[in-house]
T-cell receptor, first 112, second 117 residues
Framework: GNSVTQMEGPVTLSEEAFLTINCTYT??????LFWYVQYPGEGLQLLLK?????DKGSNKGFEATYRKETTSFHLEKGSVQVSDSAVYFC???????????FGAGTRLFVKA | NAGVTQTPKFQVLKTGQSMTLQCAQD?????MYWYRQDPGMGLRLIYY???????DKGEVPNGYNVSRLNKREFSLRLESAAPSQTSVYFC????????????????FGSGTQLSVL
């Protein structure tokens, strides 16, 4: 079936550490891929996206590369800050479709 | 900029009661969605409305109904609430088609925390 799998959390890091949150997907065709972030008490907001193979999405120091051969879209950041503490969701959407499918979310805690 | 506005923010119901969650967007978006968020399960799509006048089932539609009242508003109704419907509910919208492509970015409201006792 079509699904999104991301690493379980919580992930706890010290400030300035390197972050990786793994995400893999299954889908027919070539979906668009997204990372959304949810800060405490708020709705989700788009962090970055990629719409075709080998595209790299980036925003606020976060990056993710659309890897068709490994069906992955791992989120990375070179140096996390306390303000990055949030829940991160990987998601996919069939190009031109209306249904965005989300992973279970990964909670990140960053300690000062 | 209001964006996507949901009401209420919190609600407690007894089993069997009914209620309607309201959602409105002021971005002139064609498409609107209702999701529920449960621990360890991420967000699951309940219903969506691709455009005014249409609604379609998502992954978990049972126990819910929706109404696309106009372009701005999309409501979610629980006719007879059950404890399994305890969740956080999010409304979202996405932009109109532009030269045949749907803008895929979702804009979310801040959520409704619903408890069914």
């Amino acid at each position: 079936g079509n699904s999104v799998t991301q690493m379980e959390g919580p992930v706890t890091l010290s400030e300035e550490a390197f972050l990786t949150i793994n995400c893999t997907y299954t889908a027919t065709g070539y979906p668009s891929l997204f990372w959304y972030v949810q800060y405490p008490g708020e709705g989700l907001q788009l962090l970055l996206k990629a719409t075709k193979a080998d595209d790299k999405g980036s925003n606020k120091g976060f990056e993710a590369t659309y890897r068709k051969e490994t069906t992955s879209f791992h989120l990375e950041k070179g140096s996390v800050q306390v303000s990055d503490s949030a829940v991160y969701f990987c998601a996919r959407r069939r190009t031109g479709g209306f249904k965005t499918i989300f992973g279970a979310g990964t909670r990140l805690f960053v300690k000062a | 900029n209001a964006g996507v506005t949901q009401t209420p923010k919190f609600q407690v119901l007894k089993t069997g009661q009914s209620m309607t969650l309201q959602c409105a967007q002021d971005m002139n978006h064609n498409s609107m969605y209702w999701y529920r968020q449960d621990p360890g399960m991420g967000l699951r799509l309940i219903y969506y409305s691709a455009s005014e006048g249409t609604t379609d089932k998502g992954e978990v539609p049972n126990g819910y109904n929706v109404s696309r009242l106009n372009k701005r508003e999309f409501s979610l109704r629980l006719e007879s609430a059950a404890p399994s419907q305890t969740s956080v509910y999010f409304c979202a919208s996405s932009a109109s088609r532009d030269r045949g492509r749907v803008d895929e970015k979702l804009f979310f409201g801040s959520g409704t925390q619903l408890s069914v006792l």
